[in-house]
């Protein structure tokens, strides 16, 4: 091995355990800050439910359910939350706002982040096995190396990119990006879809069953879904 070939090995071993301990430590502190998620969403959905006792129909109910290691969802009267832990660490692309922010100019470590995603569905997509029916994606969790956090998503404000670095994530954080993604979902309605996004239906779709309602069904079928506040 001559000495460019030394070199680059060199290059290659301590690339590889700086990234490989890097991104560990990061997934460690996803994991952690996830099943920190699943124990406060529980304990939120209970306490939600008791307050709801018998000021609503007792069928409307705040149901809590752990789904495995890196998923859990919570249903909301008709609305579902499923909260998902990507298993992989990402690093963002040129153009995001992370990269104004002094903590990342600083050490561009501390912009290797793991994500944990908010879907908001309707609960009868479920109930009903609609396979075709459209969830959105309205929230995002970012964790790094050192528990710094910011959050993207709708209405979701308490901790943007600009102030990625300024906080460590904790219960009482989880309890406010939660309390957001329920209360956004409570109020982003069912619309019909246009006419002429649901006039052709084909012979397939009504050959199944009709009372297991296959035809699709999503919030904003046939509008656009904006970012406008992400």
Request: with cysteine.
């Amino acid at each position: 091995m001559d000495a460019a070939d030394a070199e680059l090995r060199k290059k290659i071993l301590e690339t590889l355990t700086h990234k490989s301990n890097l991104k560990q430590r990061v997934f460690d502190n996803t994991f952690s800050v996830f099943n920190l998620l699943k124990e406060t969403l529980h304990e939120l959905s209970t306490e939600i439910d008791e307050e709801l006792d018998e000021k609503i129909d007792k069928r409307i109910r705040i149901e809590y359910r752990d789904r495995g290691k890196f998923e859990a969802q919570i249903q909301v009267a008709g609305d579902m939350l499923i909260f998902t832990m990507h298993t992989n660490v990402f690093e963002f692309h040129r153009e995001h706002a992370i990269w104004q922010n002094p903590y990342v100019q600083q050490d561009k470590d501390n912009s290797y982040c793991g994500v944990i995603n908010i879907f908001n569905f309707l609960a009868d997509s479920f109930k009903y096995n609609r396979a075709t029916d459209e969830g959105y994606l309205i929230g995002r969790i970012f964790i790094n190396r050192q528990m710094q956090y910011f959050v993207e998503g709708k209405r979701q404000t308490s901790m943007r990119s600009d102030r990625f670095g300024s906080r460590q994530i904790d219960r009482e954080a989880l309890i406010e990006i939660l309390e957001t993604a329920i209360y956004y979902s409570l109020k982003f309605d069912l619309l019909v879809p246009p006419y002429e996004t649901v006039k052709g239906v084909s012979v397939e779709q009504f050959n199944t069953k009709i009372e297991n309602s296959k035809l699709q069904t999503a919030k904003r079928l046939g509008f656009e879904f904006l970012t406008d506040d992400i």
